[in-house]
C-alpha cells in the first residue's frame, strides 16, 4: 500500500503537526521526577525517527496523588524548555499529559488517593477519600497551572487524561461515582469536574497552546459508556474547550483492554472507538496495536480517525515513521505486543524497556550507530541462530565485522520459532521474521543445517566466537521417586512443551494436566495450545500464583480470566510427586487424573561447544540461555551486549 495519507500535515489548535503519526501519552520513568538527560533522549530519538506528535509523559498535577513525575510548581519548567531544544529542529510536536490518578494512587504523603466517591482503589485496596466541592475546586486549578507551566516550558500543548480510570474518568464512570450532589447522578453532572478543569485551563492558556483530553470508554460493565463519552465530547467540541481529542479504550477492570497485547488484532480498539468519537469535527487520535504505517495508512483512508498514536510500535523502533518513509517498511523492527519489557519493564525495573529493542531506554548511552568504525574488522563465527545468535550477528554485521552464523536446525529462530507455533502466540514469528531478514539484508553468512563442533568452528579461523547454542529442557528432577518420573517422561502421555506445541497428533486426549516449574510464558503457551485443541487443563505450580513472571496487569489477569471462562483448574503450591500412568499425585496427596502432562521445566545450558573450544579459542564468548536460561528479552539482550563488546574492544591479538 502507498503511503501518502500518514504523511499528510494536519491543524490542531493552530499547532502544525507534520504527518499523522503520534505517540499518545506514555509513562516511562526514565526521567525520576524530572527532564533529565534519559527522558530527553528518549523522546529525541523518537523525534530524530520522523514521529510528528508526542504526548509526553502523564505528569501528577496535585500532591494528592503521587506518580514519578510531577508538574506541580516551576522546577519542571527548565526541563520542559530542555527537551523542546532537544526536540524542535526535527519537526515533532510536544503535547505533554496532565494526570491525576484518583484512588489509583495515594497521595504523596501516603494518604488515601481522592476519588469522587469512597470506594476501595482497585490498585491499593485502600478506600478513597470522597472529594469535597472545595478539593475539586482545588484539582481544578492545579490542572490549569500546571498547564501554563506546559506554555512557560515552550510545549505546543497539553492534554488532559480523563481515561483509564484515573481521577476524572472514576467522576465520569457510575461505577466509581457514588455522589449525590452537581458531581453525580446524570452524565451532565459526572461531566462537571471535567469541564470546570478544561474551562480552566483555556481561561489561563487561551488559544497559546493546542487543549485536548484523553478518555476511554470502561471496559466493565456498568462503567462509562461510548454515548456517555460521545455526550461529553459534543459537549466540549461546542464550547470550544478542547482543539482535538485521544480516544482510547479500558481502565483499571482490565489494563489488558488498553494495552492490548499481541492476542488483540490492529485496530482492536475500534469498535468501541467509532462510537465514542462519532460525528465530531475536531481531529481525532486513534489507537490500538497499530505496528506499520500502512496499518495507520489503512486507518485514515478508512476515516476512523485523524491521527494515529503507535506508542509501542515507537518503543520497538523509533526510526518507524523514517524508515517507512524511505520506502523500508520491512526494516521496522516490529512491536509483538507481548508488554513485557514496556509496561513490564515500568514495574519490574522501575524504568521503560522493551523485549525487541534493547536500547530503549537507554537512548543517552546507546543507539544502533553508535559501534565504532570497524578498524578492527574481525570474523567473527557465531554457533546458534535463535534471537540471540541473530541479534549477536545482526549488530555484530552493523559495526561492520565479517559474520559466520551456524544453525543445527534447518530454520532460524531456536526455542521461539517453536514458541511462535503455540496457539496466540504467532506475533512472536514476527521479530524473528525480522531478525533473519536482516540477516540476509546485512550480508550475514547464515549456515543453516550445520551441527557446528570444535572442528567445524576453528577451521574457520575465526578472531571471535560466540556461543549461542541454547538450553535443554530438564527432566523434572523435582519428583521424589527420580526413577519413576524419568520413567514416567518415557511413558507416552508425558510430554515436553515442545512435543505438546510441536506434535498435534501427539496430544491425545480429553485432558491434560500441565505442570508449570518455570512460571513464564512457556506452560501459558502450551496450556492455550492444548485447550484450542479441546483438552480441558489442569495446570499446577510450585508458586504460590500462576505464572509470576508474566507482566501481570496487561497480561497474566488476561489469560487467567480466559482460563476461568474454560474451566481451566488452578492448582498452586503444588509439586507432582508420583505419577501412575493417568493419576499424577501432589506432594499433598491429592489426585489429579489426566490423559496426559506436559511438563514445563528448568533449562540445562547447552554449552559444551563452549567447554570444547575454551582452550583453542582466546576471544570465546557464552551467552543467551547457554550461559543462563532467560526469555527472548534477555536473549536479545545478551546478543546486544556481545556485539557492543567485539565492536569496543581491540582484537585480543592486538592487546599487549
Ligand atoms: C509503557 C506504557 C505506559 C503507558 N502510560 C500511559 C500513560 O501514562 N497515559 C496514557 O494515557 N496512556 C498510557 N499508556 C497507554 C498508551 O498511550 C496506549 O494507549 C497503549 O499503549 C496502546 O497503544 P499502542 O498499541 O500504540 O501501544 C501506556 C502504554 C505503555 C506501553
Ligand atoms: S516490550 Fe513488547 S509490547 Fe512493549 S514495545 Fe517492546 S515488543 Fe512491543
Redesign the pocket.
Known amino acids: 500500500m502507498s503511503l501518502k495519507r500518514v504523511f499528510e500535515p494536519i491543524e490542531i489548535g493552530g499547532i502544525t503537526i507534520p504527518n499523522r503519526i503520534a505517540r499518545?501519552?506514555?509513562?516511562?520513568h526514565l526521567g525520576r521526577g524530572t527532564y533529565n538527560e534519559d527522558i530527553v533522549a528518549y523522546h529525541l530519538a523518537r523525534a530524530k525517527g520522523g514521529c510528528g506528535l508526542s504526548v509526553v509523559d502523564?505528569a501528577s498535577v496535585h500532591p494528592s496523588s503521587k506518580i514519578t513525575l510531577a508538574n506541580q510548581d516551576d522546577a519542571i519548567i527548565p526541563g520542559f524548555q530542555t527537551l523542546m531544544r532537544a526536540v524542535r529542529p526535527h519537526g515533532m510536536r510536544v503535547f505533554h499529559?496532565l494526570?491525576h490518578g484518583g484512588h489509583i494512587t495515594p497521595g504523596e504523603d501516603g494518604a488515601p488517593g481522592w476519588s469522587a466517591s469512597a470506594i476501595p482503589s482497585p490498585v491499593t485496596g485502600a478506600p478513597a477519600l470522597a472529594m469535597s466541592t472545595g478539593q475539586i475546586g482545588e484539582v481544578v486549578n492545579a490542572f490549569a497551572d500546571a498547564a501554563a507551566r506546559c506554555r512557560e516550558g515552550m510545549l505546543d500543548g497539553v492534554e488532559v487524561?480523563a481515561?483509564?480510570g484515573y481521577l476524572l474518568h472514576q467522576f465520569l464512570s457510575p461505577l466509581t461515582n457514588h455522589r449525590t450532589d452537581l458531581y453525580g447522578g446524570p452524565i451532565e453532572n459526572r461531566m462537571r469536574f471535567l469541564r470546570e478543569v478544561l474551562v480552566a485551563i483555556r481561561a489561563k492558556v487561551s488559544r497559546d497552546i493546542a487543549v485536548g483530553v484523553?478518555v476511554s470508554a470502561s471496559a466493565a460493565p456498568g462503567g462509562v459508556t461510548e454515548a456517555d463519552l460521545n455526550f461529553v465530547l459534543h459537549q466540549l467540541q461546542r464550547e470550544n474547550l478542547i482543539d482535538y481529542v485521544s480516544a482510547?479504550y479500558g481502565d483499571y477492570s482490565d489494563i489488558g483492554a488498553?494495552?492490548?497485547a499481541m492476542d488483540r488484532p490492529v485496530g482492536y480498539q475500534l469498535p468501541s472507538v467509532s462510537q465514542t468519537l462519532a460525528d465530531l469535527t475536531i481531529p481525532r487520535m486513534i489507537?490500538?496495536?497499530?505496528r506499520t504505517l500502512e496499518d495507520a495508512e489503512q486507518a485514515l483512508r478508512e476515516g476512523a480517525g485523524d491521527l494515529v498514536?503507535?506508542?509501542?510500535?515507537h518503543?520497538a523502533d523509533p526510526d518507524i515513521v523514517r524508515k517507512s518513509k524511505a520506502g523500508h517498511s520491512d526494516r521496522v523492527r516490529p512491536c509483538i505486543g507481548c508488554?513485557q519489557g514496556?509496561?513490564g519493564g515500568?514495574i519490574r525495573d522501575a524504568r521503560?524497556g522493551c523485549l525487541v529493542n534493547p536500547t530503549a531506554g537507554h537512548e543517552r548511552t546507546q543507539s544502533e550507530d553508535d559501534f565504532p568504525s570497524p578498524v578492527h574488522k574481525r570474523r567473527v563465527v557465531i554457533v546458534g541462530g535463535g534471537p540471540a545468535g541473530m541479534e549477536a550477528a545482526r549488530r555484530c554485521a552493523v559495526a561492520g565485522h565479517h559474520v559466520i552464523l551456524m544453525e543445527a536446525a534447518p530454520q532460524l529462530g531456536g526455542m521461539a520459532a517453536i514458541a511462535r507455533r503455540a496457539s496466540g502466540f504467532h506475533a512472536i514469528g514476527d521479530i524473528l521474521d525480522w531478525l533473519e531478514r536482516e540477516m540476509y539484508r546485512l550480508g550475514v553468512d547464515v549456515r543453516l543445517s550445520t551441527y557446528a563442533d570444535a572442528d567445524t568452528v576453528r577451521n574457520e579461523a575465526p578472531d571471535v566466537v560466540v556461543i549461542a547454542t541454547g538450553a535443554t529442557a530438564l527432566e523434572p528432577l523435582w519428583v521424589s521417586n527420580g526413577t519413576q518420573a524419568t520413567q514416567a517422561m518415557r511413558h507416552s502421555p508425558v510430554m515436553s512443551s515442545i512435543d505438546a506445541i510441536m506434535s498435534p497428533q501427539g496430544t491425545k486426549g480429553r485432558t491434560a494436566l500441565v505442570y508449570d516449574d518455570v512460571g513464564h510464558f512457556e506452560a501459558v503457551a502450551v496450556t492455550e495450545t492444548l485447550l484450542e485443541r479441546g483438552i480441558a487443563v489442569t495446570f499446577a505450580t510450585p508458586f504460590s500464583s500462576p505464572f509470576p513472571y508474566v507482566q501481570t496487569t496487561s497480561r497474566a489477569h488476561g489469560i487467567l480470566r480466559k482460563w476461568a471462562l474454560r474451566n481451566v483448574e488452578l492448582v498452586e503450591n503444588t509439586t507432582i510427586h508420583t505419577m501412575d500412568d493417568d493419576t499424577f499425585v501432589t506432594d499433598s496427596g491429592r489426585e489429579i487424573q489426566a490423559d496426559m502432562a506436559v511438563f514445563v521445566t528448568q533449562k540445562s545450558a547447552n554449552d559444551d561447544l563452549y567447554q570444547n573450544l575454551s582452550q583453542s579459542i582466546v576471544d570465546l564468548h557464552l551467552i543467551g540461555d547457554a550461559h543462563t536460561a532467560g526469555d527472548i528479552q534477555t536473549a536479545i539482550r545478551a546478543g546486544a551486549e556481545i556485539a557492543r563488546k567485539i565492536s569496543s574492544s581491540k582484537p585480543i591479538s592486538m592487546i599487549g
Open positions: 499518545a501519552g506514555h509513562g516511562t502523564s499529559q494526570y487524561h481515561a483509564h484523553r482510547s488498553t494495552v492490548g489507537t490500538g496495536r497499530y498514536s503507535m506508542v509501542r510500535a518503543i508488554n514496556c509496561i515500568l521503560i
